[in-house]
């Protein structure tokens, strides 16, 4: 029972079909094997834990804070690309300071390697996420040749907090959410 | 066996289409930390004052008014401002009147500030001094100004005595200090 089965896999068309080639009676034969990979799109980043908001002013001058942007990202050829976008995830605390949810934390891209970083100065949201870079379609992080030459990518990104006399001194903290998307 | 083959294929295709539309994200958050601290900072808006008299009886003192503009933050519990001045170079050329060692007796500097709320201006007239920095205001804690700053003014008088040499114009120098915790 189990020889018969054998057989007749082994002439099955399939199996020499597979092998790549069909035995041809002598000592040498030659098989190839065929590897395939699926590759999704992909996306990761890495932003540092925290980042100081610093003044040298003392007229109320805003705030300023350097944030980079580390990323890795692969999109499909018919996909609509990939994106990076910023959220604060909790305003800052405690009360009597300054707040996200008023408008008084801005940012300017720059710097992005792969991909559009976001243009103007945008204004980071509690409710809403908002742009930082886009990736188009068939974009890849690292190795050269069609993907980029870095890996991984890099941007920055400059906070701006504006600085009010009415702020009650003290320290306060906020976290920003960041998040990457590849289709 | 065939049916059983064919399923396995279909369910492959299935899976190896949901990986390719499937979307990939990943997330990192960021802490941003501020340390809003006390500040001080002082507009001189009249940057040379003229000092000037109507009078021709040396009845009536030499007046001005210097204007400033202040900002201030102080501290939320304990904080303090204040706003004091000095006369880091007396009158000169010789001849004329001084701060420091006053030709007659009786003769000075003198001034009376105002400072707008929330700070406190200090009760004037007050004698102008080369040696120690006079109040010119004070503000108690938690106490802040307008993001473009709040108006104060020093309004000087300046003893017109006869012994001053005429002919010449007299310039002093007086330093403004603010500060805050």
């Known amino acids: 029972m189990v020889r018969g089965k054998l057989a007749l896999r082994l002439t099955a068309p399939w199996f020499w079909l597979a092998l790549g080639s069909l035995p041809a009676g002598g000592g040498t034969g030659t098989a190839t094997e065929t590897l395939s990979a699926t590759l999704t799109p992909v996306g990761a980043l890495t932003t540092p834990s925290t980042a100081t908001l610093t003044t040298s002013s003392n007229t109320f001058q805003p705030f300023t804070a350097s944030v980079p942007v580390n990323y890795q990202v692969r999109t499909t050829r018919t996909g609509s690309g990939g994106a990076i976008t910023l959220q604060v995830a909790s305003d800052f605390s405690p009360t009597g300071g300054p707040t996200a949810a008023s408008g008084a934390l801005t940012y300017v891209c720059s710097g992005a390697n792969l991909g559009t970083a976001c243009s103007g100065t945008q204004t980071a949201s509690t409710t809403t996420s908002t742009p930082v870079l886009t990736v188009p379609a068939s974009a890849c992080t690292g190795g050269g040749g069609a993907c980029s030459s870095q890996n991984p990518n890099s941007m920055n990104l400059t906070f701006t907090l504006v600085d009010s006399p009415v702020y009650s001194t003290g320290t306060y903290s906020a976290n920003v959410k960041f998040t990457i998307s590849a289709m | ?181």
């Open chain 2, 1 to 181: 066996m065939t049916k059983k083959t064919t399923l396995i294929i279909v369910a492959c295709a299935l899976l190896s289409m949901a990986g390719l539309a499937q979307a990939q994200s990943g997330t990192g958050t960021t802490t941003l930390s501020v340390a809003v601290g006390a500040e001080a900072a002082l507009t001189v808006n009249t940057g040379t004052t003229s000092l000037t008299t109507a009078s021709t009886t040396f009845a009536n003192p030499y007046t001005g008014t210097t204007s400033l503009t202040y900002f201030m933050r102080t501290g939320k519990t304990t904080g303090t401002g204040t706003l004091t001045l000095k006369v880091t170079a007396d009158f000169t050329p010789a001849g004329g009147p001084l701060v420091a060692t006053p030709p007659s007796a009786g003769d000075a500097l003198t001034y009376s500030p105002t400072v707008s709320s929330p700070g406190t201006a200090a009760t004037g007239p007050i004698t102008a001094t080369t040696t120690t920095a006079t109040a010119v205001g004070t503000w108690g804690a938690a106490a802040s100004s307008a993001k473009a700053g709040n108006s104060a003014s020093v309004a000087w008088s300046l003893t017109d005595d006869p012994v001053y040499a005429a002919g010449s114009t007299y310039t002093a120098t007086t330093t403004f200090t603010i500060s805050a915790t």
